[in-house]
């Protein structure tokens, strides 16, 4: 079934382009959502080897995560590549075409503590490029208290060290390769925050270089999102000497450094054909 259509204004192009970050409302109809919540509880209960609990073993709740799992889950599927996504990861990243780089669950369940760092996506990642964008959807409500939040205008070119979100380490760059962080949440009047309370259907769409971050779930509030994530034509495989996140084992034998992301495991979802 061809993708779905979603023109959208030209004033939310325009703000991805300047932030790096907007909300989008309504995104996913009602059968899109609850095929989304099927494929959520079926990941849950047949997690991929790539999965991990991202929270402290005294955490009241827990903080899951599992990755690229879209092959052997057709509700995830059909949401990568029949919904409006493509479409409007193509009006977002101003690109022709849009390939699928990878699906992410990020499940937060009530009372967890474990908050997400203040990061940025694209130094975990093995692709270049400037033409990208992630869809951050849940199927429960969001409120601002536990919303993902963004900094405005930080996907213009500084890169910050990646660290491992429990213990901080540097595992991706040498120490000292890439700036460390700046202190975001004491100079608000320097480093302006965006941040929207959600409804099951709405997203927010973000650059993979946006710094972002997102605070743990209050006692009775379930954080179930799902994260679609895509490539636009200047995408490029940027190998790493580590391992990434998430890995490609065995992909720069079969795609060289610099060329573009061509390869059945990121395959074109806009135009269709």
């Not at 989304?36 to 903080?63: C, K, M, Q, T, Y």
């Not at 972002?212 to 034509?233: I, K, N, Q």
Request: net charge negative; with cysteine.
């Amino acid at each position: 079934m061809p993708a779905r259509l979603n023109p959208l204004p030209a004033e939310t192009v325009q703000a991805y382009a300047r932030d790096g970050a907007v909300v989008l409302r309504g995104v996913l109809n009602v059968d899109e959502l609850c095929a989304l919540e099927a494929g959520i509880e079926h990941n849950l209960a047949h997690l991929s080897p790539l999965a991990l609990v991202a929270s402290e073993p005294d955490d009241p709740g827990r903080f899951v995560e599992d990755f690229c799992t879209w092959k052997t889950n057709p509700d995830y599927r059909r949401v990568l590549t029949e919904s409006a996504l493509p479409h409007m990861a193509a009006q977002l990243m101003q690109s022709q075409a849009v390939r699928l780089y990878h699906d992410h669950l990020l499940v937060k369940e009530a009372g967890t503590r474990q908050p997400t760092p203040w990061h940025q996506d694209q130094p975990y990642y093995n692709v270049g490029g400037a033409q990208n964008v992630s869809f951050w959807i849940p199927v429960d409500p969001v409120p601002l208290a536990s919303t993902l939040r963004f900094v405005a205008g930080s996907h213009a070119g500084t890169w910050y060290m990646p660290r491992t979100f429990r213990d901080q380490q540097a595992k991706w760059f040498p120490e000292g390769t890439l700036a460390e962080l700046p202190p975001i949440d004491t100079d608000s009047d320097r480093y302006e925050q965006l941040a929207w309370a959600l409804e099951p259907g709405d997203c927010v769409a973000f650059h993979m270089l946006s710094l972002h971050a997102a605070s743990g779930t209050g006692p009775e509030s379930r954080r179930r999102v799902f994260s679609a994530r895509y490539l636009g034509d200047d995408a490029t495989h940027t190998p790493r000497p580590w391992r990434t996140s998430p890995p490609f084992p065995c992909l720069e034998a079969q795609l060289p450094n610099g060329e573009p992301m061509i390869h059945p495991l990121f395959p074109t979802v806009w135009p269709i054909a």
